[in-house]
């Protein structure tokens, strides 16, 4: 059964640093992974999809997939208070195109 | 675009009754359509699964005569919660997907039952 790891935190940064959310995916044959956020009371809200080995820069974010290792991380820079969420990491490699969700990470960016 | 709605966000009701909520695509058509749960600081239970025109895919423990699915259209399913209980309190929230891997959410639905 595929899983997908992510360390529940709070991870907390100072306004203005390199956030750095990871998670660990166990299906070494899986090819999609999301990033979301969700903010306290709120739906998740797609931010990142990557498919291929490297990195994905989006604005001040930067998803990164490594297959080998079977690691995904998204880098937030310059973090604002407004950052502070959870994010959720989700691979999509199911054939029925569910997602597989971390428990998701919270970001706690302080002013 | 990629925009999903739902209808109602917020719903009050007595237990016993049902409620009906709304998922809408409203700039794209959905191949298949997700219903999810989420309990206050807990992460996101996916319900079901429906594509148009087929029944619904219930995941394990969760009760199809109680949670009932119905995807009319390529841009519409509900999801009833028939004879509703305190219990099924809850943040409801579809997710529409475009065939593509990527499920873009609804802004959820928020049902206290009473």
């Known amino acids: 059964q595929k899983e997908v790891e992510q360390n529940s935190g709070p991870l907390s940064v100072p306004e203005g640093a390199i956030a750095s959310l990871n998670c660990t995916y166990s299906?070494?044959?899986?090819?999609?992974f999301f990033w979301y956020r969700q903010y306290s009371g709120k739906s998740p809200e797609l931010i990142m999809s990557?498919?291929?080995?490297g990195d994905k820069e989006d604005g001040r974010f930067t998803a990164q997939l490594n297959k080998a290792s079977q690691y995904v991380s998204l880098l937030i820079r310059d973090s604002q208070p407004s950052d502070s969420a959870t994010y959720l990491c989700?691979?999509?490699?199911?054939?029925?195109?569910?997602?597989?969700f971390g428990q998701g990470t919270t970001l706690q960016v302080k002013p | 675009g990629a925009v999903v709605s739902q209808h109602p966000s917020r719903v009050i009701c007595k237990s016993g009754t049902s409620v009906k909520i709304e998922c809408r695509s409203l700039?794209?058509?959905?191949?298949?359509m997700f219903w999810y749960r989420q309990f206050p600081k807990k992460s996101l239970m996916l319900m079901a699964t429906?594509?148009?025109?087929?029944?619904?895919?219930?995941e394990q423990g969760v009760e199809k005569d109680k949670f009932l699915i119905n995807h009319a259209s390529l841009t519409l399913s509900t999801l009833t919660v028939t004879s509703a209980h305190p219990e099924d309190s809850s943040f409801y929230i579809c997710?529409?997907?475009?065939?593509?891997?990527?499920?873009?959410f609804g802004p959820g639905t928020r049902l206290t039952v009473t």
């Open positions: 997710s529409a997907s475009k065939g593509d891997h990527e499920q873009y």
């Open positions: 299906d070494r044959v899986s090819q999609s």
């Open positions: 990557i498919y291929s080995n």
């Open positions: 989700a691979d999509g490699s199911s054939n029925t195109g569910k997602l597989i």
């Open positions: 700039d794209f058509q959905a191949t298949t």
């Open positions: 429906s594509n148009e025109g087929s029944k619904a895919t219930y």
